[in-house]
């Protein structure tokens, strides 16, 4: 990624602004377009014209958009490192050597609990490799020695960062998961709005709590109402704070724009959107009692909650009751609480998925992929067209 500050040139082709950030085709790569104090700075994605390379200017244009309306932005985050002249002769025959300056590169646009974890697990599975499956001139025989070190699922993942790697550093494609099977598309699964309400009252009313408990399930009542009536994602809700709702005469909003996860707070969500969404009446009144909490939802020690641990702890206790009794038909993750707000908004309140993306910070198009669930219609539902 290449920064400078020169004057726009004739044969800059304007493709899409976001925010107050233009996105321009300039020569044979797309390039960021943004004043700060009235000085233009240009920022140019390397990696040529390509699906990919343009979607990585899409949510760099969205994190600085983001990051100039929190005035947290700073230029220097987005200068090229300098290299000794060493580390610009690239070894493009190692796999490893290509993920290393890959790394490089990408440091300014990856967030932070990506490059903490997933950067280091395939740090890891590289280093596992016999030597000689990492060289490029072997690379269509990858999958058959890792393999033998993971399984496809992780792999696929896996191959989806090399895959980036190779064509940024060396400019060649190299699809990699051919090699491996093909994966089947996860079925969206989502709790329907009965369901989600007994999940609510078994937590409010401590229906599944140990008895004697120090810490009972209705103490996270309030975080389990925010996940189901807002749809956030579950990092999004722990980094709330009771600073970031807006309290006024026609209700609450609350401000999403920070995310925590594996013990790291960032001052962006996932996707780099920060947003201001509206919450019900029902949820404003649960959330009051929890007025100067920072966090607002918190573990046992008054610290940031642990979502792996209510959800192994807290959360599967309660299902695990509920589908005992009959009152859920599938164990779900709570994150399965996104799926069923998109879902049940979009078929129950007939809101539309371009209004749902903004209230759950993604574009209509991921909302419809990844979020929505399928909903058969049955006979008494079908209208009379004619």
Request: hydrophobic share 35%; charged share 25%.
């Amino acid at each position: 990624m290449h920064l400078s500050t020169i004057k726009k040139r004739k044969d800059d082709k304007k493709l899409e602004r976001r925010g107050r950030v233009t996105i321009v085709k300039h020569n044979n790569s797309f390039r960021l377009r943004l004043k700060i104090n009235y000085v233009q700075h240009n920022i140019t994605v390397g990696g040529g014209i390509t699906k990919e390379t343009w979607e990585i200017a899409r949510n760099l244009a969205d994190k600085i958009s983001s990051e100039l309306a929190l005035k947290t932005f700073d230029i220097n985050n987005y200068k090229t490192p300098k290299t000794s002249k060493k580390q610009k002769k690239i070894k493009q025959d190692s796999l490893i050597d290509i993920w290393k300056e890959y790394k490089i590169r990408k440091q300014p646009q990856i967030a932070p609990t990506t490059q903490k974890r997933g950067w280091k697990d395939i740090d890891r599975f590289l280093q596992e490799l016999p030597s000689e499956a990492i060289l490029l001139e072997n690379i269509d025989y990858l999958a058959i020695h890792s393999l033998k070190l993971r399984s496809a699922g992780t792999l696929h993942r896996y191959f989806t960062s090399l895959n980036a790697a190779i064509k940024l550093v060396t400019g060649e494609h190299k699809n990699l998961k051919s090699q491996l099977p093909k994966m089947q598309r996860k079925t969206i699964q989502w709790f329907e709005p009965e369901e989600v309400t007994a999940i609510l009252e078994a937590f409010r009313q401590d229906t599944y709590s140990p008895e004697n408990s120090v810490f009972p399930h209705s103490r996270y009542y309030p975080y389990v109402a925010f996940l189901a009536m807002t749809g956030c994602r579950p990092e999004e809700a722990i980094a709330i704070t009771w600073d970031d709702l807006q309290w006024t005469q026609r209700g609450c909003k609350a401000k999403i724009s920070k995310a925590y996860s594996k013990g790291e707070l960032m001052d962006v969500t996932k996707n780099h959107i920060a947003r201001s969404i509206a919450l019900p009446q029902k949820l404003a009144n649960i959330l009051k009692p929890l007025q100067g909490y920072t966090p607002l939802f918190q573990n046992s020690e008054g610290s940031y909650l642990d979502h792996g641990n209510f959800t192994k702890r807290q959360w599967y206790a309660v299902l695990d009751g509920l589908r005992a009794d009959g009152k859920i038909v599938t164990r779900l993750r709570p994150y399965a609480l996104r799926h069923s707000y998109v879902t049940n908004l979009h078929y129950k309140h007939a809101f539309s998925l371009v209004k749902i993306a903004g209230l759950i910070g993604d574009r209509p198009e991921t909302v419809i992929k990844h979020y929505t669930g399928l909903k058969k219609i049955e006979p008494d539902e079908m209208p009379d067209l004619y």
